[in-house]
């Protein structure tokens, strides 16, 4: 439920309601706004009536969250939100994100010379997987921690935030020590565990939607990690299974305008990993993008045909300066910002 205080409401006001539903078992998120201060509260109603609370000093109104999502929900937070990436780089305000790098961070040189190629091209995040969930056990599996220790190293040098991907608990706390965003890729969308461990952590997490999954199942894992204290997380659509085998995946832009119907959290696409093939990278990113996406992800690689993984649906860099150009056309014609 929300718990709408009245403008005169006092600490003591607040505090005492929220001592009141935490002595039950709730979790309360106060938000404290310029005037009033709302508390999203979480927990099993039937312990309490809501009249009990709306007779409570300062209470201006209680007003029941009816979807299953609570914190992710724009019920509670009506305002969009913004994330902070560090390095200037915010994701959900007016200018565009875009994180671009290879698949797999294959080497230093390598990882490095993509790094400066796509910063120069204007992208503002750099991407690369150190850990690689992998279709097959026999592929490339990732750099690991020697993966994450360059990619560092590329986003010190060019002032950059990295992201990259964590696929285990036991990896969380690895991972964050060098990453500005953690990735939790598609296939573990529903690991719930590894969904409350990146909760516990203060860095942005990039969720991206499962293979087969709703839009209701995606928002449920991302209230997981809301739930756990982590507010800052950025939804990544990047394409589902359905019956059509043209491309690697379908990429559903109606999730745009549906996610940022229902939430108040970034949402970004990603169309390598949606469509699987180079040709169709650069118009599926303008149709998200002027369906009003906050941004993109972007698998780039200078030799698609030797990268130790996702070759087909890469980029070559003058390819990815190319789109840039005209992503940030798109940007301005839907009031976005691009700095290319
Ligand atoms: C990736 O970003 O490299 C990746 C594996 O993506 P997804 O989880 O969307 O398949
Ligand atoms: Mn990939």
């Known amino acids: 439920m929300i718990i709408i205080m009245k403008e005169a409401a006092t600490k003591q006001d607040i505090d005492a309601v929220e001592k009141k539903l935490t002595d039950i078992g709730f979790q309360t998120h106060p938000i404290y706004g310029e005037k009033k201060t709302v508390i999203g509260a979480i927990g099993d109603k039937r312990q309490i009536s809501m009249n009990e609370i709306l007779l409570m ?9 009816m979807r299953p999502y609570k914190l992710v929900s724009k019920e509670l937070i009506k305002e969009k939100s913004v994330i902070d990436a560090g390095y200037g780089v915010t994701i959900g305000g007016k200018q565009l994100a875009v994180f671009a790098g290879p698949c797999a961070v294959e080497s ?63 990896d ?30 203060n860095k942005p997490i990039l969720l991206k939607r499962g293979l087969a999954s709703t ?16 507010d800052d997380v950025i939804l990544c659509e990047r394409g589902i299974r359905t019956y059509e085998t043209s491309t690697r995946n379908t990429f559903d832009l109606s999730a745009i305008p549906v996610t940022q119907e229902l939430s108040h959290l970034p949402i970004i696409a990603d169309p ?43 980029l070559k860099p003058e390819k990815f300066d190319e789109l840039m150009k005209e992503i940030s056309t798109i940007a301005a014609a839907v009031g976005r910002e691009l700095e290319i």
């Open 57 to 65: 000093n300062a209470v201006e109104n209680v007003v029941p969250i």
């Open 215 to 230: 839009i209701e199942e995606w928002l449920m894992a991302a209230e997981y990690i809301m739930s756990e204290g982590n």
């Open 108 to 170: 230093r040189e390598h990882f490095l010379k993509m790094a400066r190629l796509v910063k120069a091209s204007g992208a503002n995040i750099l991407r690369g997987g150190a850990f690689k969930p992998r279709t097959s056990p026999y592929s490339f599996g990732g750099l690991e921690g020697e993966g994450l220790k360059i990619m560092r190293e590329a986003g010190d040098e060019l002032d950059m935030p990295i992201c990259t991907e964590v696929m285990d608990t036991r």
């Open 272 to 314: 390598s990993h949606a469509t699987g093939a180079y040709k169709y990278v650069g118009p599926v990113a303008k149709g998200a993008i002027a369906a009003g996406a906050d941004g993109l992800m972007i698998e780039v690689h200078d030799c698609p045909e030797c990268a130790a993984s996702d070759g087909p649906q890469s």
């Open 172 to 201: 969380v706390e690895l991972v964050a020590q060098y990453a500005d965003i953690i990735q939790i890729g598609a296939r573990n969308m529903q690991n719930f565990k590894l969904l409350r461990e990146v909760g516990k952590i």
